[in-house]
């Protein structure tokens, strides 16, 4: 199986239709898929990792492999409460925390800001285009992210090292996001990634020509109501080579009430002889107008 490519330049023409679908099924059907023509520089996408990689060598490599995880590893004990993973978490929004890293450039902090900005945008655009297939306002997602600040936006930064016995440990263990909208900037040369998909396991290859890889969280789910699926999701330890996995993640604000959209709910706690009675008059019509008439019944706390 291919995983699906949304290819963002032919919603522009005559296949916009088409992407759309593609898109929707890649939400419904998969909970994943890679962006192409996403407007992301890619000039600054390659400076992003290797100033990353960089910083991981310099400043991060020789404590992780100095850890008691590594210890426990070269013991030949089984590590099933940690990963095998070297990670930091930037906050953007609404509060910075990039210049709080330690030992951090002032030249990877303004990388990756600029990089932030352009794929805050991506984020947005995703986000009207889910909007626009589920047949909701475009601005549906980023009004109910925003609570009174805004969304919440951040990046996990992760090398996941080579691994001298990747059978005793995972990279990351099997976990779905918790927040909206993942976008994945990911090593082009090591695998590791994998996602469940009808019941078994689909190793994501490197991304090519970066390609931006996309998966779906928790509160579009919730959002959705349940139509488009949050995925498990794992990273293998891996012997060759480390991996390297920028997520930046579209999170509703922490004060943001989610809910699924009204427009996507079906009536509920009707008496059904309310609804015989509204059906004794409406057979022969479009069942969806009755259905809004019962959400409205209910809405407003009375039968009949």
């Keep these: 199986m291919a995983i699906p490519v949304i290819d963002l330049a032919e919603l522009h023409g005559d296949r916009r239709s088409k992407t759309m679908t593609s898109l929707h099924e890649a939400c419904e059907k998969w909970g994943f898929f890679q962006v192409d023509n996403h407007g992301v520089d890619k000039k600054l996408m390659e400076k992003v990792k290797e100033m990353v990689n960089d910083y991981y060598d310099e400043k991060l490599k020789e404590k992780f492999y100095e850890s008691e995880m590594t210890k426990s590893l070269n013991k030949n004990e089984k590590i099933s409460d940690m990963d095998w993973e070297c990670t930091f978490f930037i906050c953007h929004h609404p509060n910075s925390n990039i210049n709080q890293i330690p030992n951090i450039t002032k030249q990877l902090c303004e990388t990756m800001e600029e990089y932030i900005a352009q794929l805050i945008k991506l984020a947005e655009t995703l986000s009207e285009l889910i909007c626009e297939n589920l047949g909701l306002d475009h601005n549906h997602i980023k009004q109910t992210f925003s609570g009174t600040k805004g969304p919440s936006i951040g990046t996990k930064v992760a090398i996941y090292p080579q691994c001298p016995k990747p059978d005793l440990v995972r990279g990351l263990r099997e976990h779905t996001d918790a927040g909206g909208i993942i976008l994945l900037l990911q090593d082009d040369q090591v695998p590791g990634l994998e996602f469940l998909k009808d019941g078994q396991w689909f190793r994501i290859p490197p991304s090519k020509n970066n390609t931006i890889f996309v998966n779906t969280g928790d509160q579009i789910e919730v959002v959705s109501n349940g139509k488009y699926k949050s995925v498990l999701h794992r990273v293998m330890a891996e012997k060759q080579g480390n991996r390297l996995s920028i997520a930046t ?42 259905f809004e008439s019962m959400k409205t019944t209910m809405v407003n706390g009375h039968h009949g």
């Design 249 to 290: 993640f579209y999170n509703p604000g922490s004060d943001a009430v989610i809910s699924p959209a009204p427009e996507l709910l079906y009536p509920g706690n009707y008496q059904f002889g309310d609804y015989l009675k509204l059906y004794s008059t409406t057979k022969f019509l479009e069942k969806g107008p009755r």
